[in-house]
């Protein structure tokens, strides 16, 4: 059994990143906050970012895939 709607795609890819460059935790971008972190070894924020990252990933995946399902859907009309 695989899991298809977390295979990535470029949107997904594109989403993802901005995602994590945005400053949407304390005024920090999440990248920021993950090497800082594991520089810190503050092990409690780096659960917190790894389920901020797998929030934005999902996040990330669910609006491609719905940009790419209304695209097809209007294409084929």
């Not at 795609?9 to 800082?36: H, K, Q, R």
């Amino acid at each position: 059994m695989t899991l298809v709607f977390l295979k990535p795609n470029w949107l997904t890819i594109v989403l993802f990143s901005i995602l994590l460059m945005l400053p949407v935790i304390d005024g920090y971008p999440a990248l920021v906050l993950i090497f800082s972190y594991l520089w810190l070894g503050e092990l409690y924020g780096l659960l917190l970012i790894l389920g901020f990252t797998i929030l934005a990933y999902i996040v990330a995946s669910g609006i491609s895939r719905l940009t790419i399902f209304i695209t097809n859907k209007l294409l084929n009309k």
